[in-house]
């Protein structure tokens, strides 16, 4: 499985930008698929995830309200739409993917996620 984020970039404060995941070399029924990020000197944090099968999302407080993960199942794709970003969002952005579905208690922990994305670097100046 192999799966390439892309999207990120400079954005002023305020601004939005869409995070993308495709995924390749195995379908995404049945699994679940996470967003995390990770800023300098931070541990990587979760922000998102949705479930593949009834596509129930989940996310972190700190972006409820400001993002919204969504799938396209025909395209293997994840995204990650995020509006009225601020500067303590700026970190690397990380989709990810599970082995196999888990429990809801489980979904915001990335030792969860056996797949990992690359990463995409998201700046959001002040």
């Known amino acids: 499985v192999q799966l390439q984020a892309s999207g990120g970039g400079l954005v002023q404060a305020g601004g939005s930008l869409r995070l993308s995941c495709a995924a390749s070399?195995?379908?995404?029924?049945?699994?679940?698929m996470g967003w995390f990020r990770q800023a300098p000197g931070k541990e990587r944090e979760f922000v998102a995830a949705?479930?593949?099968?009834?596509?129930?999302?989940y996310y972190a407080d700190s972006v409820k309200g400001r993002f919204t993960i969504s799938r396209d199942n025909a395209k293997n794709t994840v995204y990650l739409q995020m509006s009225s970003l601020k500067p303590e969002d700026t970190a690397v952005y990380y989709c990810a993917q599970t082995l196999r579905r888990i429990i809801v208690s489980m979904i915001r922990l990335p030792s969860s996620y056996t797949y990992w994305g690359q990463g995409t670097l998201v700046t959001v100046s002040s």
């Open positions: 070399g195995r379908t995404f029924s049945g699994y679940d």
């Open positions: 949705i479930r593949w099968s009834a596509g129930t999302t």
